[in-house]
């Protein structure tokens, strides 16, 4: 996973399945429960919106905060899809 997308990457989810970052399940300042919630959301996310629609809007959300001159960073943490993840995983805190 690091080697094809980059070491900042800790978990993705395509479809249906999640790879996490095995050094989270241990480290004591990772809250490893609250990253799998992030990513169910994006598994349901995928569910509901099929393959298409949710690479074209996370496609557009990511491309479109690099538009306004976001940095990657801002432009990924303003994606919509991100957001609903985050906000969703905070509840649970």
Known sequence: MRRLWGRDISAMTLRKT???DP???TAVQHRP???LVHELVHVRQWGEL???RFLWR???GY???RWKG???RAAYLAIP???EARVTARRLE
């Open 70 to 72: 976001l940095s990657h």
């Open 50 to 52: 099929g393959v298409i």
């Open 63 to 65: 491309l479109g905060g």
């Open 23 to 25: 050094a989270l399940m």
């Open 58 to 60: 996370y496609l557009t």
């Open 81 to 83: 899809l991100e957001v």
């Open 33 to 35: 429960g609250l990253l």
């Open 18 to 20: 999640i790879f996490l």
